[in-house]
């Protein structure tokens, strides 16, 4: 099978919008922009071994590579509108890829997302997407904008994704309802579009808690101070983790895709409209300050550290 | 080095544009389209030992993974804007980076390209490049397009990457000229420009002229007659390879990154002077007609085949 077979295979089950005035098969994809909305672009790549177990399933692969790069878009608030998908593959195999459409197309129906171009090539397996979404002019959240006094919410529960890995590093079977976390996240578009012109600053959780909102405090010129105890748990990491294990997972586990952002405290009643609005549980987890870094403390008031660094590409951990 | 210490050094050497209103740096990047304008996206990865050899140089290696999606914003007629950049390597080496950011900054600079994001990631040495652009409204170039009578013609000179390609793989080291035009394409973006509204179709020549030349007349319904004597040659190439593999290189040969395009007959005059207007020589080739199928004839009016098929990633050559 031949990439010009490969690229017609995609197109052919690629769903369009009346916005892409062309889509896949020319050199490049032709889009219309609205007026009064600003274009909102992120990319990231996934690759074999780093950013999923060898043993996903291609489904979970195409599903994660866009859900990844939504959750982009949803930290922005920005609402998802088109993508490019540039795919490697050891071999060109049309029953691995149509089980990795079926991930990636599914979620991108789920949202609207129009897959208008990209390319395949032989190489180690890995997906490059790229993500477009619009924002209204003025509206977009970024994470530069976290003042001190704001409170810290972060979306859903944290450490499932993390902790689905650790089980899965030391050979035993993972809990599934983990796996599924670290398989298929749900990028919380809904809530980003609700929180936008409210929240001050919003972040995706892919590193870890601290770390990314460390990065909104640098960014912000602000720290944190975070309640350990008031990090949301689900009852399956509960059920599995413990004590510093389980707070280090929540602390510094990544790829939970949950945003974690800050709203001035007269906005706790409008967060809360939001966060029902959307259908997405959040959690009030502390307070910006002023100063820098992020820290966290336990019930008694001490200063808590987690047992291990956050997840970095090219770190230690 | 970590993840964000490759990521801090690129952002401080990218730079920015008016038009950029967050660039790297946050969840994604937020850019203004101007109204009347239509966004033009395309994405194409290149892997280590693919698509280009393992000697290359990291700059060659950065100026190549933009030049080729900028040639195909030149086959569309836009004016490049802004791009992202999702960087696999295979450890955090802050010399190769800054090499693969001399030949990649270098080339956005020259055409005012804005680096607003990306990733960079642990990974087989890959390059992942979304550019972005503007064309007016109904201008585009397409590939669907051509019609029976248009002249077909091709920009610069055919085959000198694959011929340094294919002196590479005897293993002699290849003639510096062809070999600068493997490692450091030139984007026919002036060109493309000021064919927009006058050229009926265009592709980029990056999987041979036959083969790109054929995705045309598909895409148009339309076929094409080519005259092999006025396949347009370099004296590098000539000096280094004749007869028919002279020809299969100008036929067949990929990554030459000319722009392949037809016109109507009428617009010869037009055609001239927007390749003077962006000092790029272009050729006429040959001829659309009615059918199907790329056509090509010698001297004498015999139908020539080339020795061998053109450059597919999966495929058999």
Same mark, same amino acid.
């Not at 035993?172 to 012109?197: K, S």
């Given at each position: 099978?031949?990439?010009?077979?490969?690229?017609?295979?995609?197109?052919?089950?690629?769903?369009?919008?009346?916005?892409?005035?062309?889509?896949?098969?020319?050199?490049?994809?032709?889009?219309?922009?609205?007026?009064?909305?600003?274009?909102?672009?992120?990319?990231?790549?996934?690759?074999?071994?780093?950013?999923?177990?060898?043993?996903?399933?291609?489904?979970?692969?195409?599903?994660?590579?866009?859900?990844?790069?939504?959750?982009?878009?949803?930290?922005?608030?920005?609402?998802?509108?088109?993508?490019?998908?540039?795919?490697?593959?050891?071999?060109?195999?049309?029953?691995?890829?149509?089980?990795?459409?079926?991930?990636?197309?599914?979620?991108?129906?789920?949202?609207?997302?129009?897959?208008?171009? &990209?390319?395949?090539?032989?190489?180690?397996?890995?997906?490059?997407?790229?993500?477009?979404?619009?924002?209204?002019? &003025?509206?977009?959240? *970024? !994470?530069? !904008?976290?003042? =001190? $006094?704001?409170?810290?919410?972060?979306?859903?529960?944290?450490? +499932?994704?993390?902790?689905?890995?650790?089980?899965?590093?030391?050979? &035993?079977? =993972? #809990?599934?309802?983990?796996?599924?976390?670290?398989?298929?996240?749900?990028?919380?578009?809904?809530?980003?579009?609700?929180?936008?012109?409210?929240?001050?600053?919003?972040?995706?959780?892919?590193?870890?808690?601290?770390? #990314?909102?460390?990065?909104?405090? *640098?960014?912000? $010129?602000?720290?944190?101070?975070?309640?350990? +105890?008031?990090?949301?748990?689900?009852?399956?990491?509960?059920?599995?983790?413990?004590?510093?294990?389980?707070?280090?997972?929540?602390?510094?586990?990544?790829?939970?895709?949950?945003?974690?952002?800050?709203?001035?405290?007269?906005?706790?009643?409008?967060?809360? !409209?939001?966060?029902?609005?959307? $259908?997405?549980?959040?959690?009030?987890?502390?307070?910006?300050?002023?100063?820098?870094?992020?820290?966290?403390?336990? =019930?008694?008031?001490?200063?808590?550290?987690?047992? !291990?660094?956050?997840?970095?590409?090219?770190?230690?951990?």
């Amino acid at each position: 099978m031949a990439e010009f077979d490969l690229i017609e295979r995609i197109r052919r089950r690629a769903a369009s919008r009346d916005d892409v005035l062309l889509g896949i098969g020319d050199d490049a994809a032709l889009l219309r922009v609205p007026p009064e909305r600003h274009l909102v672009v992120a990319t990231d790549t996934l690759n074999a071994g780093v950013h999923f177990p060898g043993d996903s399933a291609p489904a979970d692969i195409g599903w994660k590579a866009l859900a990844v790069n939504l959750s982009d878009l949803a930290a922005m608030g920005a609402e998802p509108a088109w993508c490019t998908l540039s795919l490697s593959l050891p071999q060109a195999d049309p029953a691995w890829l149509d089980g990795f459409l079926d991930g990636f197309l599914a979620l991108a129906e789920r949202h609207r997302v129009a897959l208008v171009g &990209g390319d395949t090539t032989r190489g180690p397996l890995s997906a490059c997407v790229t993500v477009h979404g619009l924002a209204e002019a &003025g509206r977009a959240l *970024r !994470r530069d !904008r976290a003042r =001190a $006094g704001d409170d810290v919410w972060v979306s859903g529960t944290l450490g +499932d994704a993390a902790a689905a890995l650790a089980q899965w590093r030391q050979g &035993g079977a =993972a #809990d599934p309802v983990l796996r599924a976390r670290l398989d298929r996240p749900t990028p919380r578009l809904a809530l980003g579009r609700a929180l936008a012109g409210l929240a001050h600053a919003a972040i995706d959780v892919s590193d870890g808690l601290l770390a #990314d909102l460390g990065h909104v405090c *640098r960014a912000s $010129g602000v720290g944190a101070e975070l309640d350990l +105890d008031a990090l949301p748990a689900s009852p399956a990491l509960r059920g599995a983790f413990a004590g510093d294990a389980l707070r280090g997972l929540q602390a510094s586990g990544g790829d939970d895709y949950e945003l974690c952002f800050t709203a001035p405290s007269a906005a706790i009643d409008a967060v809360q !409209r939001a966060a029902e609005a959307s $259908g997405t549980p959040v959690s009030w987890i502390g307070r910006i300050v002023a100063g820098s870094g992020v820290a966290v403390f336990d =019930a008694e008031g001490a200063r808590w550290t987690p047992p !291990r660094a956050g997840y970095e590409h090219f770190g230690a951990a």
